[in-house]
Every structure is written in structure tokens, then in C-alpha cells.
């Protein structure tokens, strides 16, 4: 379903970048990005590219650095570019959390669309802020969410495997749920949203409470669900492109993982109370996120069962058909890029197996444990 419903909407992009070709948008852009414990080159290629775009409206910056602890070390690039026109940099003594510092960016913009970005991403010099803002044409448009690519792809075998990860989660997962206008996440590393909705929204938006405690987890995909709740369509555009630096160990990507399962896990129950049941793709597509893991480890615990005890053939054709079922992204992705390298992620199998669903269950008992927990 998923790789049906992302070709059509492809193929329905496809027609409004024809129909938009040439056409610039005049909306007035203010870009906010949050900062912690950044690597100070990745904080001035993120910085750098977005005095590189050009949009025909104004387009101002806001970075907010959240209480660093190698501030020393980023102040040279920081005051670098406050010294520059159209940018605005924050500076916090304390560490208050990544919602805070979007809170007091929300706060400070102007102009009619707001784009949050990551602090180690980079935008696209040509397919960047003017092509996920020309969304917003449809005036029932909320919030976009763009194409995120990995910025160190090349770095070893476990960065390859997470850039076609990425394209899938963007291209395939998302671009389904853009089918029906109800992009579930719009991501972190590169999203834009109108700004006559965060400013109603942006209250809720910190003052989230989780078993007692002010959230921090799940940021982007709890700014996302309000704007769905508000009653407005969230997109994925394909075109509009950023690079972003992923994990290049194990380890930083198991932790990775436990904080995006802990914001799928928190926003669940409150998507399915407070999000319009108009959404059906999106419920459908959620709660096939919640259940497909641990069918998964019921399906391997009974191929083996079946292996040893009954029959080894049929053992052996049910893990041809896995074998299949999992092929079929990898033939998605390689048929829409043209990228053979696609089919190296059959070996993502045995990651997901091994490092992401144990991670799932550490997830869950870790639920109330709250931090920007990236580095």
C-alpha cells in the first residue's frame, strides 16, 4: 500500500513542479535553528547554506544556541554570523530543551512562513526554501516537511544502509501519507510551517505533559499532530532537498533510534484522541507501525519453531517470502532512482533485528527519561 500510494503522489508532484516551473513564491521566510552541543564546522555549512538560498520574499534567520557546553568553541562561528544582515543569534545559559529554543525563535519571527531546520544540516543551494515554500500556494496547506538526504553517506557501510533508510522513510513512508495530505512527522532536519499557525499553536507545543513531566521528545511529530488537529493538510514535498549528518556507529544510531521510538510511542494514544479520524491513512499507517515489530518477532520465533519441529521446506518458503516482501522496497527505491545500491539494504533486515527492536522495548521502559539526547 504504501509503495502504491507513494507513486501516485510522485507522480502527482511531478505535475505541480510542471505547472509551478519558473513561478517563485513572494512569501517572507524567517528560518529558526536550534543548537546544541553542534560541531562547529556542521553549525557554519548549515549557516552557509542558508545565505546561499534565494527566495524572491524577504528571508531572515534566528539561531538559538541551548545552553552549549563547548560554547567557547562555536561563539567564533555564531558571532560570525550575527554580524551579518537578516540574522538574529540567541544565546542560553541554560539548557532548557529543543522545544524551548524553537519556542523562543517562534517567538522572535516575522514573515509568513517559519522553516526549522537542524543544526547539522545542509540546505540545497537550488532545491531548497523556494521549492518547499511554493507548497503553500494552496492556502489549506499547514506544514510541509522535505526531502532529507544523508549528509555523510559515503562515511562507512552502516551510513550507506541509513541513506536508503532515509529515502524510504521520505519516499516511500511519508510520500503515502502526503497522498492524503496527512504527513504524520514533518521532519526535524528540514520542515516549514505558516506562521499565523505556530503562533496558535505554539503554547500547546511546550506545555505538552507526559506522565507528569514537560515533553521534549517527539518535537517535530507533536508540532506536526497540531497542526493536523488544527484542521489543516501537511505535505511531503520531494523536490525541496537537505543533507544531514546521521550516525556513523551503532551505538549513536541504537540511540537515535530509542529517542524517535519514544516520540512515536508519546505522541500515539494523544494522535488517536485529538487528531480528526478523517485521517484514516494516517491511523491505518500508525497503528501498522505499532504492531508489524512485534508480529515480526512472533513470525521469526515461529519459522524457527516450524524449522526444527515440523517441516524445514515450509520454514524455508516463509523465509523466501520475507525475503520477498522485503525485496520490494529495495526494487521501489532502485526503480525510482535508478540506484542498484538499493539492494544492499536486504541487509538492513538483520540491523533492524538485532539493534532496533530490542531498542523498541528499551523505548518503552525508558518512556518517562526526557533531554535532547543527541549528544
Sequence with gaps: MQIFFAQLNSKKQNIFKLQNEGLESELSVTVIVPCYNEDPKLLESCLKSIVNQKISGRLNTIVVDDGSKNIKDLLPVLNKYKKMPNFDVFISEKNKGKRMAQKLGFDKAGGDIIVTIDSDTVIDPVNGINTIIKQFKNPSVGAVTGDVKVLNKNDNFLTKLIFYRYWLAFNQERAAQSNFNAVMCCSGPFSAYRRSIIKKIKDRYVAQIFLGHISTYGDDRHLTNLVLQDGHIVRFEKNAIVYTQVPSSIKAYVKQQIRW????????????????????????????????????????VGIIYIGIFINLKIALMWIISLFMITASRSIFGAYRTRDLGFFLFLTYGFVHTIFLIPARFYAIFTLKENGWSTR
Excluded: C, G
Excluded at 270 to 281: A, D, G, I, Q, S
Excluded at 282 to 296: A, E, G, K, N, T
Design 261 to 300: 521510538n519514544k516520540s512515536f510511542y508519546r505522541e500515539l494514544l494523544w494522535t488517536l484522541k485529538n487528531v480528526p479520524t478523517k485521517h484514516f491513512y494516517m491511523i491505518y499507517d500508525m497503528l501498522m507501525q505499532l504492531v508489524l515489530p512485534y508480529i515480526s518477532i512472533v513470525a521469526m
